[in-house]
Each structure stands twice: as C-alpha cells, then as structure tokens.
C-alpha cells in the first residue's frame, strides 16, 4: 500500500502508486511519490523509470475526503505543494519517466503523466481534469502537454474525458495495448532506454527540458494561484462538499 519501489538489475526503477479504492493521493502521499521519484533521478544505478499503479485506475487525482474533514486550509495547501512537488519530480527526474496508464488518469493523474516524457496506456485509459466540479483549477499545464489548445480547452470547461486511443493520433501516447499487456509494454519500451549509455540518456533528458517551450513549473504554479482564491471565496468547499458529502463551507461559516 502507498508508493512502492523496485530497483531491478537492468537499470530500470519501477515505481508503483498502491492507494485504494481509487489511488486518490493523500497530502502525504503526493510528498512520497515526489521522494520516490527524487530518489530514483539521484541513483546512479537507475536508468528510465516506469510510473505505474495498482487498483482500478492510474490515478484519480487528490484526496478530496481528507481535504473535507481537515479543518481549515492545512490539507488544501499541503495537496497543492504536494502535487507541486510530485508533478516537478516527475519532469525535473534525471532519467526518462515512462507513465504505465489503466483505467482512469484524473485531475492529478494528468499532472504526472503531463510531465512525463513517454506514455503508454492499456486499451480501458481515459483522461481528464474534472477539477472545476471540484472548484479547483489546474493541471491544464498538463493536459496541454497531451491535446492541441482548443481541445484541451473543451476538456477542461466540460470536466469530459478523453480516451487514450485517442491521444495516440496526437502523439501524446505511444501506443495502447491490451491492460493485461500493458507492463510487459512499458517495461520492453524501458528496457530500449536502459541499454542506452546512462550518461548520454540524462544529459539527453536534461537538454530536452532545457529546450520545453513552456516552463511547466511557473505555469502550474500560476494555476493554483487561482485554486487559492476560489477556496478563500468558499466556492471549493462547496463544491467539494457536495462531492464528499460532507458539510465543511457550514462549518466554516458557523465559525467566522
């Protein structure tokens, strides 16, 4: 259960996110993931990375239930600099990070796979950032990374899906392979990268992320700028609590 890691002989590091029911991270859980993947860009003997999950789907984002019963903004502004931590380690990770997606990739599934710099999904992905249901903004930074402008715009107004076959025609996924395929793919395509010298492979990465057009760090953070003032206005906490099925906007507003 959390974040697990594997060191395998050939170079690759196998990071899994194990966090039922639905792999919705904790504000702990972001800071782990940000560790594990810090860690495997410092080891020497780690060469490409494939971020997977265990569970239903890759990824559903952050913990909206923990968020609801914490009082006052401490589980808000820890998911915020967690996943700001964990979606920054993801890109700035000193060797290649292949994302393994099944199932749903939401909210801040985006951001990790956004960041990632290969992704291969089993035939049942599917994409989205729902988060203004959730009177959150973000990770549009992200989803821009997978679909041109005017889709990822459509997406992220609607809160609708994507399916990952259909990101194949944009690129932005490298194939999409039946689930119970899906690790022996992501591994085969790591296995390609470890053989390659180590050291010209992260001065590759590094020169990549040299060249983005787009500072995806500064981008994000301008995001959740306007993530903070919908909480302070208590439209998150409505919204959040109709999600949760809690009743922390009344209690919030019982005690000012």
Known sequence: ??????????????????????????????????????????????????????GKGFNAGVDIKEMQHTAGFDALIGANKGCFAAFKAVYECAVPVIAAVHGYCLGGGVGLVGNADIVVASDDAYFGVPEVKQGALGAATHMAR????????????????????????????????????????????????????????????????GIDPIDVNKSYRFEQGFTMELNLAG???????????????GRQRENK
Not at 235 to 249: M, N, Q, W
């Open 1 to 54: 259960m959390g974040i697990a890691t594997e060191q395998r002989d050939d170079g690759i590091r196998v990071i899994t996110m194990d966090t039922p029911p639905v792999n919705a991270l904790t504000v702990q859980g972001w800071f782990d993931l940000a560790a594990a993947l810090d860690e495997a860009g410092r080891d020497p003997a780690s060469r490409v990375v494939v971020l997977r999950a265990e």
């Open 146 to 209: 997978l679909v041109p402008q005017h889709l990822m715009r459509t997406l992220y107004f609607t809160a609708r899906t994507i399916k990952a076959a259909d990101l194949v025609q944009h690129g932005s996924v490298y194939d999409v392979v039946p689930r119970d395929q899906l690790d022996a793919a992501a591994l085969a395509l790591a296995a390609d990268i470890a053989d390659k010298d180590p050291r010209v492979i992260r001065a590759a990465k590094e020169a990549l992320n």
């Open 235 to 249: 439209v998150s906490d409505e919204l959040r609590d109709e999600f949760a099925g809690t009743e922390k906007s």
